[in-house]
Structure formats: C-alpha cells, structure tokens
C-alpha cells in the first residue's frame, strides 16, 4: 500500500451479495455459456476454465478473482467496496469479443488512477480468452487528467512497458491477491 494518502478518508459502500446463477451449462457439461457482464463482475464460471484449456480447475479458480474483489493499492478496501467498479460499468459485446470496463477514482486527482486501470487490465488479460478486445477507461468528468489516463491504459506499449517494471507488477499483484477480510 501506498505511505502518503491521497484520499485520507474515502467513503467505503456495504459490498453486494454473491449471486448464483443456474445455466444449462450446469446440466449439460458440454454446452458453451457465453461470457456476461455478471461474470465478469461477479460470478467464476467454468466457461472461463474451459476457453484457457485449464487441466486443474481447483488450481485455476484459486487465482481467478472478480473485478470487484480486486483491491485499491491505497487502502484496504476491493474496488466495489469504494464504488471504484460497479457491474453497471462494465459493457460486454460476446459476438464481438470486447469488453469495456468504466471505473470511477475516489477523487477527482487520484494519482492511482492508472494503477487501478492497470490492475483492471492485468486481470482481464489474465481472465478472459486473448481474443478479447478489453477498452479500460475512467468515467467521463470524474478525474483531472482523464484523457491522458485513457490514454496510457489503452495503448498496447504503454502497458507493456508498465509491466516490465517490477515494482508496478508487484503492487497490481498485491491489489489482484486474495483478500483474507
């Protein structure tokens, strides 16, 4: 976590309830679910499993986490928790393969801001089926410097090489590692 607080005091929302859902892939182990917006936000689904050619699912789900469990790198709080990520924001066109995330900083001159857009990626890449298009961007109004974090997020290079630096990678691990709350 970060020494010095940007937002000393950040509003913390009650998480919400784990939905379980019932799909005829849960009857028919060969039936194909398609990917949703409630699967990225909320539930593990054994499609995912299934598209990554994962052999051991136990070892696989131990390290799938939700978008809303991810942690904030300043505090103590998942995403959700803050209101960071909501499943509102995330959009989903399965036929097209793409996803776009809109996430909202606690404050409107977080410098985390990328750290989490960067987090959000990193789990998405790792989740999802590389042929994914994934589109990370802040809401609209909600951060000083908006088009230049959108900027950074969504430019192939930029976060490559981001990701060779092994201080960043190891604080979007530590916000993408389970929490024992």
């Known amino acids: 976590m970060v020494s010095e607080l ?3 005091n950040p509003t913390v929302y009650e998480k919400k309830e784990r939905r379980v ?4 892939a849960d009857l028919d182990e060969y039936a194909v679910e398609p990917i949703d917006q409630l699967e990225i936000f909320d539930i593990l689904s054994d ?9 051991n699912s136990v070892l696989f789900l ?7 469990d991810i942690k904030d790198p300043e505090h103590p ?12 924001a995330i959009e989903l066109d399965a ?14 001159h977080c410098s985390m801001a990328t750290v989490i857009g960067l987090c959000l990626r990193v789990k998405l890449m790792r989740s999802l089926p590389s042929r994914f298009k994934v589109d990370i961007r802040v809401a609209p109004g909600t951060h000083a410097t908006e088009a230049a974090v959108n900027k ?6 930029r976060v490559a ?13 530590e916000c993408l590692g389970p929490s024992y709350k």
Do not use: W
């Not at 950074?152 to 290079?157: A, F, S, T």
């Not at 981001?162 to 990678?169: F, I, R, S, T, Y």
């Open 6 to 8: 940007i937002n000393a």
């Open 21 to 24: 859902r019932i799909t005829p």
């Open 47 to 55: 499609y995912c499993m299934e598209l990554r050619g994962c052999a």
């Open 62 to 68: 131990t390290f799938l986490h939700h978008l809303r």
């Open 77 to 88: 709080y998942s995403l959700e928790e803050l209101k960071v990520i909501t499943e509102d």
């Open 95 to 108: 036929k097209r393969n793409y996803v776009r995330v809109t996430f909202t900083p606690t404050v409107e």
């Open 152 to 157: 950074q997020l969504n430019d192939k290079e």
């Open 161 to 173: 090489a981001a990701l060779e630096n092994p201080n960043l990678v190891d604080m979007v691990d």
